[in-house]
């Protein structure tokens, strides 16, 4: 069978597959994300031998440690994707929730009912994690899925898979809700993004290339998680004590996620008396700093920032800090260098917070708090699938609810459109 | 100027003007869409004198009557756009609504903000009327928008957007806020499709080959509006008076539209009852009836339909007839061979209903009803800027709500990630 063939046939499985999905009840598909959390368990020792293989293989590409990090499954990571799955059972349902119904005056009860979005497609890259969350997280909105992972995951992404489906075959859920790109070829997920005749959406999560190359060759609808260039904006009426904490807590709490701050901003009327102490602080914690020229007027021995280090998500410990003249520069800034990601004022100043949340651009836009939270978790909706970065359809952290459509209900007694 | 930097220099100016519209008061909104009622009013010789020109151009190209009367503007169509923008502006502004506010253990309060969209492209093809009620609905949401019209219509669209920027210019919202592509060169939708920094989202409004198109070089997120096979399945249980009443409105009423029935079903159990009067009954509507080999038995003189027919949208007074097995083979039929826009089940039985509302897959699935009312104003929505034939974002019926995005606003009082 080519590529092509294979590709095809896994698309029109999955949709066969989406309808039944689509019609269990919540009991029935949280037994089977129940079943495969207890085979995850008991798999273990094979989950790791072949994410062993993953691991040697990445030693010897010569992969940096972090990314070998990022691959590992231990014994600690699969309990946690047992207890990611049963957490998500314990999520609501949304599917077949009528939002609102309203009567038109001939007598015609409308209301919007939600449903499964059908089938997923969803490309990653290293952490096999992602696997099982995002094959639970489909399965409990309803939905088949199609997982496409990176090359240098594919041993544990196989044996992953392989116990999902076993554990499905016990189940109502059937096996092919959840199927798994095994080839690594390219042309394996260009053929996958022309399948608009069975799958829905296609989520891809991953930088820039991998992102460019869907919105390039998919005719399928796409949600695109892409980069984080997060903001911090210190005002002239900030708590300065605050401020320095939450600027810390951003940038280094975990700095190789997408919601950690890139660049931060500081009102010029507090600048001098800000930046020495909060960028001593940064250098004790190991960032980089890069400022702008009133930064190193400031505090003179700072690298300086290029143009392109404003649009630069590092995923690293640097920052670039740039001197402001007021709120409206900083929202300017923002929606010019940002990615409309997570961006955060500092202030005490009840105006300003008000005119930040409305003008900013982002999916998330905060006031005194740290940009870190920008989670499906931390916001209460349960895991996510990832963070949106795009306006349309799901914008932000992901959950069940994010993975379901609607659908207009129409009750008669006979009427006719005159 | 090349085209391409036309385009791009386009984009750039929806994008500021679009910053603009969003922070603007619903007053200020609803003034600029009064100005352009008026104005258009008061313009309607120009329009006539513009319209005209087009017509007399579609009439030595030998387009037919059913084109150039959706083409044709009058006073009485004029009238009715004026009507459509104090419409318009009498619908709720979404713009600012806070959908829901939670408190998290931490302290954090996170809301879900409606937001406009950005900046909307439309792609539509002859009916002049679309451009100012595209404008008008983009507008109310806050969004800027950018129109290209079929090249049929390009004096009319012309005329109709200079007036609207001339009663633009005497409001708070921007001019660039509505822009028309005024080449007809197909190089100038190619670009529009490639300016993912500058637009947010595209809508393409017409016929297969156009959504074909649109799907193939967009990198931009798209809503498709596309064809509606819909059908009415008469149930074994049906009240054959009232499913002659329905289907007849459904097919005969206005078959030129997106939301008519194009294939009828009948459970076997009636057929024989049914159908002799109701083909008597199309055919004394001028509708030729296109049978399977069971409707030719019952009705011999029926032509016969071929599988093509079942997936066709006629638009036109043809219909095509399956005599079906059960509930169980309409549903199958539906979703295998529709297009998922509206589709009707007429039955007395209460479970038969609920199956069918739960299992067909479309945007709108009637109990008892015509299909014709799948429409924003019919639904209660408000005028509709089309019927969006996708899962993503919105489905089916789309008007002022629909052209709008949400963000996180979070307010926080120093709470950092732990």
Chains 1, 2 share one sequence.
């Not at 999520?91 to 919007?112: A, F, H, T, Y």
Request: net charge neutral; hydrophobic share 40%.
């Amino acid at each position: 069978m080519s590529i092509k063939e294979e590709i095809l046939s896994m698309g029109k499985r999955a949709k066969e597959a989406a309808q039944v999905v689509a019609s269990l009840s919540s009991d029935e598909k949280n037994q089977a994300l129940e079943k495969i959390a207890s085979e995850l368990e008991r798999e273990s020792k094979k989950i790791k031998e072949e994410n062993q293989k993953d691991i040697r293989q990445a030693k010897e590409k010569g992969l940096s440690a972090a990314l070998i990090d990022r691959l590992t499954l231990n014994d600690k990571r699969i309990v946690q994707l047992s207890k990611g799955l049963r957490e998500i059972a314990s999520l609501e349902d949304p599917i077949g929730k009528i939002e609102s119904m309203w009567r038109r005056p001939n007598g015609l009860l409308i209301g919007k009912m939600v449903v499964p979005l059908g089938v997923i497609g969803i490309i990653y890259e290293s952490r096999p994690n992602v696997t099982v969350d995002a094959a639970g997280l489909c399965l409990k909105a309803g939905n088949a899925v199609i997982l496409r992972g990176g090359s240098e995951a594919i041993n544990s992404n196989c044996v992953l898979v392989d116990i999902i489906s076993s554990a499905l075959s016990k189940t109502k859920v059937p096996v092919f809700s959840v199927q798994l790109i095994r080839t690594t070829s390219r042309e394996a997920v260009k053929e996958m993004l022309r399948l608009d005749d069975y799958i829905d959406v296609i989520i891809p999560r991953g930088g820039e290339s991998l992102i460019r190359t869907v919105t390039e060759n998919s005719i399928i609808p796409v949600i695109k998680h892409y980069k984080g260039v997060c903001h911090v904006f210190v005002d002239a009426e900030a708590d300065l004590a605050m401020a320095e904490k939450i600027c810390f807590n951003a940038k280094v709490q975990r700095p190789g996620v997408c919601n950690a701050m890139e660049t931060l901003l500081v009102d010029k009327k507090i600048a001098s008396t800000f930046l020495p102490a909060m960028i001593r602080k940064f250098r004790e914690g190991g960032v980089e700093i890069r400022g702008d020229e009133e930064v190193r007027r400031i505090v003179p021995d700072v690298k300086p920032a290029t143009e392109e280090d404003w649009f630069c998500e590092y995923l690293d410990l640097i920052l670039s800090v740039k001197v402001v003249d007021g709120l409206d520069e900083a929202i300017w800034h923002i929606n010019f260098y940002g990615s409309h990601h997570s961006d955060a004022i500092v202030t005490k100043n009840y105006s300003k917070a008000k005119k930040f949340l409305q003008e900013v651009d982002s999916a998330a836009v905060y006031v005194n708090a740290s940009t870190r939270f920008t989670d499906g978790g931390e916001f209460g909706m349960g895991a996510e699938i990832g963070i949106s970065t795009q306006k349309l359809h799901a914008r932000g952290p992901m959950s069940v609810g994010e993975l379901t459509s609607r659908k207009f209900i129409i009750l008669g007694d006979g009427q006719i459109r005159e």
